[in-house]
Nanobody, 116 residues
Framework: VQLQASGGGLAQAGGSLRLSCSVS?????????LAWYRQAPGKTRELVAH???????TYRDSVKGRFTISRDNAKNMLYLQMNSLEPEDTAVYYC??????????WGKGTQVTVSS
């Protein structure tokens, strides 16, 4: 299973970015849980948002109301719409997949930098 994240970049505080993650590898995409994590310099990796195979979503408190996670099962795609960005959102963002047998897969990260 391969995950490829894209869409990172530089944004000003208050701006928006949309991250995408394509998933390939012969899996049945719709049965898997998906998530976005992030890791800022000197900090541990943290869960940003999660979406299960029933499309139930959860978010860390600091991004609630600003970020939206979504998935397109027909296209094997995961998304993260990030609005009202803050400098504290600066991090490398990783997409993540967990299959029903608890196997975990990570994509390479995409850098998000928010300037004040």
């Amino acid at each position: 299973v391969q995950l490829q994240a894209s869409g990172g970049g530089l944004a000003q505080a208050g701006g928006s970015l949309r991250l995408s993650c394509s998933v390939s590898g012969g899996i049945v995409f719709s049965i898997n849980a998906l998530a976005w994590y992030r890791q800022a310099p000197g900090k541990t990796r943290e869960l940003v948002a999660h979406i299960n195979n029933g499309e139930r979503t959860t978010y860390r408190d600091s991004v609630k109301g600003r970020f939206t996670i979504s998935r397109d099962n027909a296209k094997n795609m995961l998304y993260l719409q990030m609005n009202s960005l803050e400098p504290e959102d600066t991090a490398v963002y990783y997409c993540y997949l967990e299959d029903p047998w608890k196997e975990q897969y990570w994509g390479k990260g995409t850098q998000v930098t928010v300037s004040s």
